[in-house]
């Protein structure tokens, strides 16, 4: 051992007073903060673990000391950041010399590959049950249910969790009789309307919007194609582990379509800079949005966060980032300067990247993100955490390098022990307002663990293997579920929430009886006030409203420009469009009662709602007012509400009441 070493060492040791050390308060901390990063559970250099006493073996305590205490920068450690206190390496010779104690109990963190979402889906047997109904028995086990709902504010809520908008009356009528939850949920899962619902939620995951984003924000050409390919996709009950292949790779696919083309578009949504200031690294940039989606969205995992340097906190690594980059860089993005161009199959337009060569370029490991620094070659593979042998990537046809089609057979195949759970999740959290892990794009290391893992994967099993991948499906069986169906006062698995704003705004147009059913095409645009046009250089032009019929679409179909946000949408909590966003934030702030009781479209739906009132209640206030809560809210009114509305009218229009009515907390939440 070098002289030098003792020299240090004796040194530290004669100048400072023996001292009493404590491991779990001294030692693991100072561990924990200089050591573990590179030798705990997410590394091991040297093969040496520092994250449990346990682990500490005695032959390497010498060592360990000496590489502390070393003054050539070659050896020290930890190799970053200031060396050791003089008082920190006493303390941990202090504690060898005691002969190096721990708890006895002290636990061993588990490595990465033992992480819960990284093992393959099992599907664990029923729990003992009081209910027949699988869902029932893993949640109560033998207790019994919590009570029901009413029926009728379970058919209010049924129909807005399918298709965001209120039963009509002669739908409640309907009900009333048969009181067949099951078969309104059938009649729903059928309906045009569903789609237009659901796509919403997974547009959302895909960071959609109309236009680019940046200083010109320019609209993207027929990107309403992928809008529509998502809506028509559910509504078909296209399963799943196919939708994955379409988006990724539809253009790959040995049976492709026109649909299947515009299904990449999902690849081209982001945001696009039409003239930077540094092109190589706008490349990047474009690709990093490609890999941090399909990442977040397929797989919830932030392998973008590998872009730089290995993740801090979750087992991938650079390598496995730009292995997946390297299955994306092949494809170019139709442009000419300034103009985005899109890419003409068969006849139609599709808003696509293109593949122009069967040839792959190289792809290297960018040394700290920097374009200009390139490291090692790599090839196109999956995170290696998830895998015991890597996919096969297929050979290059004619046309391309079908490196996307060979990583999105993995990503949808069973093999994969992610989608399916993220996908089960993603539709508990839209139906019980948080999903059963709460982190529904981060099913990595530092993501919340499941409330009820042993549902969560028997859901996905079935998903997989006797649902084959239909959501529709799994729907269904959430929905029948004495679970889904309780009363939420007794329920602690669901969250009250408010209505996303698309319901809330479509929900005053089916009220109000102006709604337009017209479906897909071109986005339209509603009336904006002028106010939020004063900061654009082009007030004049930069936004055309569509005339009211054609405004009074269904809020999907509402054009979402990234740099003018419709101001109903945004003060009502828009997802973000910029990256992925796994759930709506649910804001409370004045700007939203003051848009919701004040602006200009509530107002338009109260005279509306009154209009509709007059023609079909007469003019008897109490037939208005019964009519206004049947049709809004799902209900008659209780008779104090009606003796306060009674009196409200006699001071006040009919239009005020609508407004009123338009704006209950009742009439913005699920019940």
Known sequence: MPSAFFAVLGAYAFALPVMAVDYVKDIKPLLKERCISCHGTMKQKGDLRLDAGALIQKDVHHDLLERIASTDEDERMPPEGKRLSAEQIEMLRQWIADGAPFPKDEAIPKKPSEHWSFQPVQSPPLPASASTHPIDAFVFGKRNAAPQANPLALLRRVHLDLTGLPPTIQEQERFAKSGDLNAVIDDLLTRPEYGERWARHWLDVVRYADSNGYERDAEKPFVWRYRDYVIDSLNQDKPFNRFVLEQLAGDELPDRSLSSVIATGFLRLGHWDDEPADPAADRYDQLDDIVSTTGQAFLGLTIGCARCHDHKFEPLTTRDYYSLVAVFNPLKRPAKGRAELTVPVDGAEVYAWSEPSAKAPETHVLVRGSPTRFGDLVEPAVPAILVKQQPSFPAPNDKTTQRRLGLAQWIASEQNPLTARVTVNRVWQQHFGQGLVTTANDFGLMGAAPAQPELLDWLSHWFMY?????????????????????????????????????????????????????????????????????????KEKVWQPSDEREASRRSIYAFIKRGLVIPMLETLDLADTVSSCPQRQVTTVAPQALSLFNGEFVNQQAQHFATRLRHEAGNDPEKQITRAWKLALCRNPSPDELAKMRTFLQDQPLEQACRVILNLNEFVYPE
């Open 466 to 538: 006797d649902a084959g991948w239909s959501l529709k499906k799994l729907h269904r069986l959430i929905l029948t579920s004495q679970t889904w169906q309780m009363s939420k006062s007794t329920d602690s698995l669901m969250r009250y929430r408010r209505l996303e704003v698309e319901a809330i705004r479509d929900s005053m147009l089916a009220v109000s009886g102006l709604l337009n059913p017209k479906r897909f095409g071109p986005a339209m645009k509603p009336g904006i006030p002028k106010a939020a046009l004063e900061a654009n250089t082009d």
